[in-house]
């Protein structure tokens, strides 16, 4: 099985720059594993690493692709796979970096994408295939699912046009519905465990939000005094010449969700641009909506980092912990202080990376520091993605009604504890008990007079 390193981490915490390190102290090369970078140009709103910061490591799956096109998981799987075959047949480490989640789920995982053990196979552009599906509104979208896949169409919510359309476009290109696939894989996963591709040590540089926050609205700030502005007005006047297409979609926001236009920082200056173009606000007005979409990108890019440790937490670890045979081993390296960055992060990885090439007894992954014991410790268990589509389930408030005055329907376990909690519902609920108890009231106060 061939040996590889993985560095994961949120947005602006370092991930390039350790991988960096660690192919200059252990002879390696680094393979994308960005959804984002595969795009040629637009390095600032994809946040490359400058070349002169690579420092001569050859970076693959980058800088490649036209920026119409799409980039499929499958495709990645694929790519990767070779550079990791090619890179260990020259006698050095493929060291994985990348914040696209899925890409690395795939890749150290068999089982994990649609199309693998014997499933039929999703073609690399699935999710472009079925144009005629675009033009159809939303609910008769989630109709069509409904009652091909009423399994799924239990597990979305009914707006959620992106997911809808993905599990209409796998039935209709396997010719099975995707919670059939899922439920297959679940099977496999109960009889023979999840199967690593890889012997995989993965460093997951990690930071607490008081700390990186900060850094990450900074790293915006120096997006923009770089030339994020320039980047945007460039693909915008591509995109008015005709020289790029948007995707196409049954609603404006879903363009946003597609390939390259996922980029934070394109959809939130989109309202400086538009109003930039118009010529018809003055230089006070212009500023105002600038600081406001500034602010936007920050709080997008702080939600995008959220989520993906969220991932880390919550997906890899347990899923690490789970794994055959213990090949797919997950360490925490605090970079909380940036000052003490070659200690905390660079020496200690690159010490642990010569341990694993060499096959030496490597250390106790909760032994780090404070902040890796907390971090990779199992709280309570944590159910896998198949589980938890199958196990999905709807709940209606009788209570609480929506605009149309209809029972409000709660999609998921943990938005219908959410919504008992909620305000509202509670308010509400103390309403009706009052109006009980007024009714009671006057009811035995009729009866009495009645006697």
């Known amino acids: 099985m061939r040996k590889i390193a993985t560095v994961v981490g949120s947005s602006g915490i370092g991930k390039s720059k350790l991988a960096v390190e660690l192919c200059k102290a252990l002879s390696g090369q680094v393979i994308n594993a960005d959804a984002l970078q595969v795009y040629k140009g637009l390095d600032i709103i994809t946040n490359k690493m400058p ?8 970076h693959h799956l980058m800088d490649f ?6 980039y499929q998981v499958t495709s990645f799987l694929k790519d990767a796979s070779q550079k990791i075959e090619s890179i260990s047949e020259q006698k050095q480490l493929p060291v994985v970096v990348g914040g696209t989640n899925y890409y690395i789920q795939s890749l150290l995982w068999n089982n994990t994408t649609i199309g693998s053990h014997g499933q039929p196979p999703a073609e690399d552009n699935i999710d472009m295939n079925f144009p005629e599906l675009d033009e159809l509104d939303t609910s008769e979208l989630y109709l069509r699912l409904s009652k091909v896949d009423p399994v799924m169409a239990n597990k979305w919510h009914p707006s959620d046009r992106r997911k809808i359309l993905r599990s209409l476009r796998v039935f209709y290109q396997t010719g099975k519905a995707q919670s059939e696939i899922i439920k297959t894989q679940l099977d496999q996963f109960e009889t023979h465990g999840l199967i690593p591709r890889y012997k995989a040590l993965v460093f997951w540089i990690y930071s607490d939000p008081h700390q990186l926050n900060p850094r990450l609205d900074a790293r915006v700030d120096q997006m923009i005094q770089t030339g994020l502005f320039d980047e945007i007005k460039d693909l915008r006047n591509q995109v008015v010449q005709g020289h790029v297409k948007l995707p196409k979609g049954g609603i404006e926001l879903e363009k946003y969700q597609r390939g390259l236009w996922q980029a934070i920082g394109y959809k939130e200056f989109d309202p400086y641009f538009v109003a930039l173009e118009s010529n018809s606000l003055d230089h006070h007005q212009l500023e105002k909506i600038k600081l406001e979409c500034t602010e ?4 997008a890019t702080r939600r995008y980092a959220k989520s993906q440790i969220k991932w880390i937490k919550n997906k890899l670890v347990p899923t690490s912990l789970n794994a055959k045979n213990h090949d797919v081993i997950v360490y925490c390296l605090d970079a909380g202080d940036l000052e003490s960055w070659d200690t905390n992060v660079r020496e200690k990885a690159i010490e642990i990376a010569k341990l694993f090439l060499t096959d030496l007894p490597l250390p106790e992954p909760r032994s780090l520091s404070d902040t890796a014991s907390h971090m990779l410790t199992q709280l309570s268990p944590v159910l ?7 196990t999905w389930n709807k709940h209606t408030c009788e209570t609480c009604k929506t605009d149309k005055g209809e029972p409000l329907v709660l999609n998921g376990d943990q938005e219908w504890e959410q919504h008992k909690k909620g305000r509202h519902h509670r308010k509400f609920l103390k309403h009706l008990r009052v109006e009980e108890k007024r009714k009671a009231y006057f ?3 009729r009866i009495k007079e009645q006697q």
């Open 443 to 445: 009811e035995s106060k």
């Open 384 to 390: 896998d993605t198949q589980t938890k589509i199958l």
């Open 51 to 58: 070349l002169n910061e690579r420092e001569g490591i050859p």
């Open 65 to 70: 692709l036209e920026t119409e096109e799409e």
């Open 296 to 299: 936007r990108m920050k709080a």
